[in-house]
């Protein structure tokens, strides 16, 4: 008889084997949300995919955020996974200084990763230690910024051309 994938058993069989470096485990909306030691990473994704009964074989997505306002945990990699042989999914996820952005990178398991480690770089500025070709994929290669990271202000404040009570302000 084939053992029923769900919640629980993903949380316990990565608990037993990545005790010391699974943090944090909520669930959300039906999936698990499983926060990990970033040194860790690439070996609990292995794990997950190459474990016998989960078998995380598909990496889904990865992206970066950007937290400002959460000391020495301003930016997180999140990495989502799926199994095409039990239909599970689960979401990873790495916090780190931002002035410490290094993440190792995950080419080594997915090809797929290399094109989505180039977006995080050129977006949050995260670096991926051992990434073949790490540059900018989408933005201008001489931009001195990442623009998604929040280090900006929202609106313009030289701008006259809006009124606020056009806004719902």
Known sequence: MEQQIN??????LLREQFAD?????????GMLDITVQRDKIIEILQWLRDHSV?????????N??????????????????????TNARIRLHVFFPISDP???TATGLW??????????????GI?????????????????LYHPLLKQYPLEDG???????KYFGR
């Open 7 to 12: 919640n629980h058993l993903i949380e316990s």
């Open 21 to 29: 470096a699974v943090i944090q485990v909520e669930e959300s909306y």
């Open 54 to 62: 989960l078998q995380f074989n598909f990496l889904t997505s990865m």
């Open 64 to 85: 970066g955020m950007h937290f400002p306002e959460v000391k020495n945990k301003e930016l997180s990699m999140v990495y989502h996974l799926h199994s095409f042989f």
């Open 102 to 104: 290094h993440v190792p």
């Open 111 to 124: 090809n797929t990763a290399n094109w989505m480690e180039r977006e995080a770089f050129d977006f949050f």
């Open 127 to 143: 670096r991926f230690t051992g990434h073949p070709d790490l540059r900018r994929i989408l933005n201008v290669e001489d931009m």
């Open 158 to 164: 030289t701008r006259t051309d809006k009124e606020d």
